[in-house]
């Protein structure tokens, strides 16, 4: 998703009593408009540690990325413009080059993590 000059991809908050994967299916599809029971985790990818303002206080994020599938159109993303979301899409791997240098560092570092250990392991 394009987001204030950079690709990005969804992430949040961890919303009370939610655990990680179902904050991360509500992510998905309140930023992209995805349907989140077209989406499955396939598994954890990895997690990234950035720093943020809450509440005008500077901390420390934890955030866990999933691998997902999406069991529907290429066209069915509906951006999160109050978000500051512009334009979601879907990027083939051969691709991917041309994307890289407006990918945010933490994003850079997890679609590597996917491309170098998990992006050609056959799905079950």
């Known amino acids: 998703m394009f987001k204030r000059g950079k690709w990005d ?3 949040g908050r961890i ?4 655990c990680p994967e179902i904050s991360a299916l509500r992510e998905v599809e309140e930023e992209t408009g995805l349907r989140a029971d077209k989406l499955e985790i396939r ?3 990895v ?4 720093t943020t303002s809450h509440q005008k206080i500077d901390c420390l994020k934890k955030t866990h990325w999933y691998l997902m599938d999406y069991d529907g159109d290429d066209d069915d993303t509906n951006p999160q413009v109050e978000e500051g979301i512009i ?4 990027v083939h ?3 991917l080059p041309e994307y890289r240098e407006l990918l945010r560092a933490r994003i850079n570092y ?3 993590f996917w491309h170098q ?7 079950a």
């Not at 334009?87 to 879907?90: A, G, H, L, Q």
């Not at 250990?117 to 799905?123: S, T, V």
Request: aromatic share 10%.
């Open 47 to 50: 997690s990234t540690f950035h």
């Open 43 to 45: 598994g954890k990818l």
């Open 9 to 11: 991809m969804p992430k």
């Open 87 to 90: 334009e979601c899409r879907w």
């Open 15 to 18: 919303e009370d009593s939610q």
């Open 110 to 112: 997890v679609v590597d």
């Open 93 to 95: 791997l051969s691709d």
């Open 117 to 123: 250990n998990l992006a050609y392991i056959p799905r």
